[in-house]
């Protein structure tokens, strides 16, 4: 009989990612805790709280568009949560690195 609230983390070691659709109800800061949700196999409460690592107005702020308008071009920003590696980029983009084996 398997423990069905086990998770596996292990299952697909390549970097996922995602990216947030800026039309859309959900901030930026939403779109990196269901991506983080995604790799590690739980529900998005289940992730710690990522005002713990980062916080999530700043979050917001650093690539919302500018006062005059402009779109952000270039900064990224990269943190651990929930031991995977997350790339956030200018555009939109969210990379999530899974945890390795070792980090489990």
Not at 6 to 30: C, E, F, G, I, N
Request: a negative charge; aromatic letters at 4%; charged letters at 25%.
């Amino acid at each position: 009989m398997s423990d069905t609230n086990q998770t596996d983390t292990t299952a697909d070691p390549r970097p996922y990612s995602v990216v947030h659709d800026w039309d859309a109800d959900d901030s930026l800061a939403a779109t990196v805790v269901s991506a983080v949700a995604a790799v590690r196999n739980v529900e998005p409460t289940a992730v710690e709280p990522l005002n713990e690592t980062v916080d999530p107005d700043a979050l917001n702020a650093i690539f919302d568009d500018r006062h005059n308008g402009g779109d952000r071009s270039g900064p990224t920003l990269s943190f651990r949560l929930n031991g995977c590696d997350v790339t956030v980029h200018a555009d939109g983009r969210v990379v999530v690195k899974p945890p390795e084996e070792t980090d489990l």
